[in-house]
């Protein structure tokens, strides 16, 4: 269910709850009304401060080697016919267009980040690239596989079945997508909802918003990401972790039903 329907309907039925409560219903609906606002706002400028980073990065962008998602991504890349059509949502400066390219495949990428797509124009490899959001994205059936390799932890948890769609949308069926996922610990994850709470924040568990991150981070659990994973009719092939230095990626190989 799209997130502003969903919204409304929790809406309609605290109202009708509160029909009952007089005055103090009305008070208490109007301030929950309010709250939803404030994370709507919030989340919105969460999400300008990731892009300028992007933009502001994009040229000095330390396009770190990593293994482990390089092979994932041969994997996914394996699942496809030659001559076939990728889709790298989002591809930031486009890291791993040559290996689409290598494996006698094309590519074509999106991001919400000026400065990124300007990098990733660069080598000439991608067939079609695209300013516009996961969130926003509206390319109906075309490739043959998908990868969304460092971009969900800046999705807000009311945004993910939006991407899931979107991504399930654009890929033919039996395509496959390669997801990769951050997590962190427990610990560091109760600090930070406690951090944010306490300065008036409208957070919900899971969400970072310091020390080094990207303007945010939102970290899922594992089965809530299998959840939204489901919900969108991704099915899931395969997965693996690979630790980090205090965290670590999670790998998702799904197809598409």
């Given at each position: 269910m799209p997130v502003m329907r969903w919204l409304a309907a929790c809406l309609t039925s605290a109202t009708e709850v509160l029909k009952c409560l007089g005055p103090f219903g009305v008070c208490a609906i109007n301030s929950h009304r309010l709250m939803v606002m404030d994370r709507m706002t919030w989340l919105s400028q969460r999400r300008v401060a990731v892009v300028e980073e992007y933009n502001?990065?994009?040229?000095s962008w330390d396009?770190?080697?990593?293994?482990?998602q390089q092979h994932w991504v041969g994997r996914l890349l394996a699942e496809c016919e030659r001559g076939g059509v990728v889709l790298d949502a989002p591809c930031g400066t486009g890291r791993y267009f040559p290996l689409v390219a290598d494996a006698g495949l094309r590519v074509v990428g999106i991001d919400q980040s000026e400065g990124m797509l300007s990098q990733a124009r660069r080598p000439g490899?991608?067939?079609?690239l695209h300013l516009v959001g996961l969130q926003e994205m509206s390319l109906d059936g075309r490739f043959d596989a998908a990868?969304?390799?460092d971009a969900m932890e800046n999705v807000p948890p009311e945004d993910w079945p939006i991407v899931l769609d979107n991504l399930h949308r654009a890929v033919r069926p039996s395509g496959c997508l390669y997801l990769t996922v951050e997590e962190t610990s427990d610990a560091t994850i109760d600090t930070a909802h406690a951090d944010l709470v306490a300065r008036g924040l409208p957070a919900v568990r899971g969400e970072v918003v310091r020390g080094g991150v990207t303007g945010y981070h939102f970290y899922p659990t594992r089965d809530q990401v299998l959840a939204w994973l489901s919900e969108?009719?991704?099915?899931?092939?395969?997965?693996?972790?690979?630790?980090e230095n205090g965290w670590g990626y999670r790998h998702l190989l799904a197809r598409r039903d």
């Open positions: 502001a990065d994009a040229a396009e770190y080697s990593n293994d482990a490899i991608a067939e079609a990868m969304t390799i969108a009719d991704w099915r899931l092939i395969d997965e693996g972790f690979t630790p």
